[in-house]
């Protein structure tokens, strides 16, 4: 499956934005979906998910109550819903997909095949 990221942009502090990760190949719906992002010069982190056959999403404590994630199977589409963003969520997002994840790995980078080419966030202060 291929991952086209896409939604990012300059904000100001408590403004919003919509990623949106398309995906082509086999259905999404086979396969467990994440965001993850990178400030620059730090990891790569974990940001929200949801596993295969799973529209529950899960999310980091930073993202609880201000990001929300759903997924739109028939167009093969996940989403990033961003609200009251801060500039500490300046960083690149990037989705990523496998249909192997368990529970466990969920939020390791490691576990995910297929990546997205990221897109940038900014958020000034």
């Known amino acids: 499956v291929q991952l086209q990221a896409s939604g990012g942009g300059l904000v100001q502090a408590g403004g919003s934005l919509r990623l949106s990760c398309v995906a082509s190949?086999?259905?999404?719906?086979?396969?467990?979906v994440v965001w993850f992002r990178q400030a620059p010069g730090q990891e790569r982190v974990f940001v929200a998910g949801?596993?295969?056959?799973?529209?529950?999403?899960n999310y980091a404590e930073f993202a609880k109550g201000r990001f929300t994630m759903s997924r739109q199977n028939a167009k093969n589409t996940v989403y990033l819903q961003m609200d009251s963003l801060r500039p500490e969520d300046t960083a690149v997002y990037y989705c990523?997909?496998?249909?192997?994840?368990?529970?466990?790995?969920?939020?390791?980078?490691?576990?995910?095949?297929?990546w997205g080419q990221g897109t940038l966030v900014t958020v000034s202060s």
């Open positions: 949801m596993k295969a056959y799973n529209s529950n999403p």
């Open positions: 990523a997909s496998d249909p192997s994840v368990i529970t466990s790995n969920l939020r390791s980078p490691s576990a995910y095949a297929h």
């Open positions: 190949g086999n259905p999404f719906s086979r396969y467990s």
